[in-house]
Structures are given as C-alpha cells and as structure tokens.
Nanobody
Framework: QLVESGGGLVQPGGSLRLSCAAS????????IGWFRQAPGKEREEVSC????????YYLDSVKGRFTISRDNAKNTVYLQMNNLKPEDTAVYYC?????????????????WGQGTQVTVSS
C-alpha cells in the first residue's frame, strides 16, 4: 500500500513537500513515480526516480522547481515542490514499480496511492 500526504492549499510561489509512504513492502528496489491529474486533463507523470541508482526524471514544466528524493530508512519517497504555479493544481499520485529511468520513466507500476490534492491559488 502507498499513502500520499502533504497536499494542501498554497499561494503561487509557495512550496509543498509531498510524501509517499509504503506499507507492507519495502521501497528500496522499486522505481517510484509521481503523477498528477487536473480536472478535465489527462494524467501526466511529473517525476520518477530509479530504484537502483536514484536517477531522477522531471517533466519539463517542473524542472528546476520540483525535486524527487527517497529515504529508504523511512520507506518513503518525497516530492519537494517549490515556486508553485496555479497550473500545478491537481491530484498528485505516487506509484511504485520496476523499471529504469532514462530520458523518460520506463517503469511498469504495480502499486498506486490514493492521491493527495494540491491547490495553488491566491
């Protein structure tokens, strides 16, 4: 099971840190992805991190603002989101699976969280 937390309402330019905690299995060797889906839009993968070497990938629109990291001791993956914009508003999901990170996330996801709402508005 994956559980996301850390979402909320923030003003443009603000920051949030999302957490994705696993229970029932160890995240150590799983690749993790963060997705988002805004109303009326398709789901998009904003970031992922490999399980083997920690290599990250970021969607162009979040590069330089979002940082993905993992703390295997806490069995948790984070998505630090800075300089948030209204267009970042969405439900954010994490997922765990097997695969690699190259110029994109080449991951088959086995586990999904329930999502956490992020709203960026003044």
């Amino acid at each position: 099971q994956l559980v996301e937390s850390g979402g909320g309402l923030v003003q443009p330019g603000g920051s949030l840190r999302l957490s994705c905690a696993a229970s029932g299995f160890t995240l150590d060797y799983y690749a993790i992805g963060w997705f988002r889906q805004a109303p009326g839009k398709e789901r998009e993968e904003v970031s992922c991190i490999s399980g083997s070497d920690g290599k990250p990938y970021y969607l162009d629109s979040v590069k330089g603002r979002f940082t993905i990291s993992r703390d295997n001791a806490k069995n948790t993956v984070y998505l630090q989101m800075n300089n948030l914009k209204p267009e970042d508003t969405a439900v954010y999901y994490c997922a765990a699976g097997q695969g690699t990170v190259q110029d994109m996330c080449l991951i088959m996801y086995d586990y999904w969280g329930q999502g956490t709402q992020v709203t960026v508005s003044s």
